[in-house]
C-alpha cells in the first residue's frame, strides 16, 4: 500500500508506471502494489491549459514562491496528462482510496472534487472537512481522523482477502506504525508518501 499527499500522490503513479514498464528490475514493486490512497492529488478534470493554474496554486500552499520555480512547474502540464491517461489502464488492478477537500485553502480549493476523483475502475472518493495543506494533518485522533483510519483498516482487509497476497502480521497488524504518519506533527507534509507492502508470492 502507498500512501501519497498532493504531488507526493503523482510521484507514486510515475513509480508505479515505470515498475511496470522496467518489469526486469521493479517487478516485485509492480507486484506486491495493491492498494493507494491519495490525499488531495489531481487525477483528472483539466487539460493541459488548466495544470499550471493548479500546480501554482499547490505550490502556494507548499510555500514555493519563487516564479521561476512556478514556472518550472507549468512545465509539467503536458507530462501529468499523459501519466494520468498511462496510469489508468494499471489502476484497474488496484483499491483506490481518493480523500479530497471540502474546504477552501486562502479562499481556493487547490485541487478541486472533480480533480482529486480519479476515473479509476477500483476508486472510493471520500471528501474531508479539510483543506489541502490540513487533509491529511489532524489536530487530534478524533473526527476527521477516524474516517481516515476506518478507510485504511478496511483496505487492509480488502487487501488480505486478495488472491496472491500473503498477509504479514509484522508489518501490517502493527496499525500505529501505519497511522504513525498521519499523527499531528510540525513541518511540511506537502508531497508525501509512505508505504505498507503485502507481498505476493515467490515465483
Known sequence: MF????????????????????????KDISESTKSIIFFGTPHQGTNVTEWPQMLESISKVAGIKRSKVLKELELWSDFLVE??????????????TSFYERQPYNGVYVVPEGSARGPFLND???????????????????????????????RLCDIQEMPGAIWNPPRVDDFDELMEALRPRSGRVEGNTSSERIKSPAK
Not at 503513479?13 to 511496470?20: E, G, T
Not at 501519466?83 to 483506490?96: G, V
Not at 483543506?131 to 476527521?144: L, Q, V
Open 124 to 154: 472510493t472518493p471520500i471528501g474531508l472537512d479539510a483543506n489541502h495543506r490540513t487533509i491529511c494533518r489532524f489536530a487530534s485522533e478524533m473526527g476527521e481522523f477516524q474516517t481516515v483510519h476506518r478507510q485504511l483498516h478496511m
Open 3 to 26: 500512501i501519497g499527499h498532493s504531488l507526493g500522490g503523482i510521484v507514486v503513479k510515475r513509480a508505479l508506471v515505470n515498475a511496470q514498464l522496467n518489469s526486469t528490475n521493479y
Open 83 to 96: 501519466l494520468s491517461q498511462t496510469f489508468l489502464e494499471q489502476s484497474n488492478k488496484l483499491l483506490i
